[in-house]
């Protein structure tokens, strides 16, 4: 029986963290780190090594991971010089990341120049899911190096879809945040659209419950709906990001989203008081105070 992997963990943030937490939880070899010291070390919880830099978390190690904000923190990471690369020839790197299909190739050229497999593997779900295990994995690459890593993704995800031998995991996670994103200010203007004719709220939301357009996950959003808790999942500052890539790739490749391009348009005011720090779904308090609605109490 082959020995245990090292694995090394770069950034613990609201996703990362539960998500390695899976696997420390699981008895295997984890070391961590993050620009947060803090983070890190509450994410290791005493049970897994936190290093005090990149190339000292992957030296030696056969899987990294790495769960970072932007696009920005990756280039930094994974400079075109390689960086931390030239820690773990021979290891796969698994980035969860959400960024631009074009600099997820600029990562695959360098990861190949160093030695290392690149496996784009994108998560869908929030915090809530992570510390449940139920996020869902997509993900792009060489297939045995996917295989390789699949049985350590399946400790902190409900299904994994393999997509293909490039980019194929990043358009499909901007596919679901692109559903996702223009759902809620569509959603909102139909609940505004409903108090307008004089529908009661609760009233409202059970219908909509009840209808062959109910799924899991907008069941969940009409449960907080119906309490009017807006506690943010996804704040309006990260669906701009990512607005912004489902954009720009769109540019790239010569696709016309005009839907998409309106609800940038929509979520640029909700950057701002009082809706920055709330979930996006708060984009329906938006529109009502646009519509000259009272806001409901929960």
């Not at 696997?23 to 780190?33: E, F």
């Not at 509450?42 to 830099?53: K, L, N, Q, T």
């Not at 069941?219 to 119906?226: F, G």
Request: hydrophobic letters at 45%.
């Amino acid at each position: 029986m082959s020995a245990a992997p090292v694995i090394a963990w770069i950034g613990t943030g609201r996703i990362g963290a539960p998500m390695v937490g899976h696997l420390i939880d699981a008895g295997l070899q984890v070391r961590l780190h993050d620009l947060d010291v803090e983070a890190g070390r509450a994410a290791a919880s005493g049970r897994a090594f936190v290093a005090s830099s990149p190339a000292s978390c992957v030296e030696g190690a056969s899987i990294v991971f790495i769960s970072l904000p932007n696009d920005v923190a990756v280039a930094q990471l994974v400079p075109d010089s390689g960086g931390m690369l030239a820690h773990c020839p021979g290891a796969v790197l698994v980035d969860t990341s959400t960024i631009s299909p074009g600099l997820s190739r600029r990562v695959a050229e360098t990861c190949a120049a160093h030695g290392v497999d690149y496996v784009r593997m994108p998560v869908s779900g929030n915090p809530a899911l992570a510390a449940r295990a139920q996020l869902s994995a997509y993900a792009s690459g060489p297939a045995g190096a996917w295989e390789r890593v699949r049985p350590y993704v399946a400790r902190f995800t409900a299904s994994q879809t393999y997509m293909g031998s490039g980019e194929e995991a990043r358009y499909m996670k901007l596919v679901l945040n692109c559903l996702v994103a223009n759902l809620a200010p569509l959603m909102a203007e139909a609940l505004v659209l409903g108090r307008s004719g004089g529908i009661d709220w609760q009233t409202m939301l059970d219908a909509i419950g009840k209808s062959p357009l109910c799924s899991p996950w907008l069941a969940s959003k009409l449960a907080a709906l119906a309490a009017r808790d807006f506690t943010a999942t996804f704040p309006p500052r990260m669906i701009m990001k990512d607005l912004d890539l489902m954009l720009d790739a769109a540019r790239d490749r010569g696709v016309t989203m005009p839907m998409t391009a309106a609800t940038r348009q929509t979520m640029q005011g909700m950057c701002t008081e009082p809706f920055r720090d709330e979930d996006f779904f708060a984009v329906v308090k938006l529109l009502e105070r646009n519509s000259g609605l009272g806001l409901l109490e929960g």
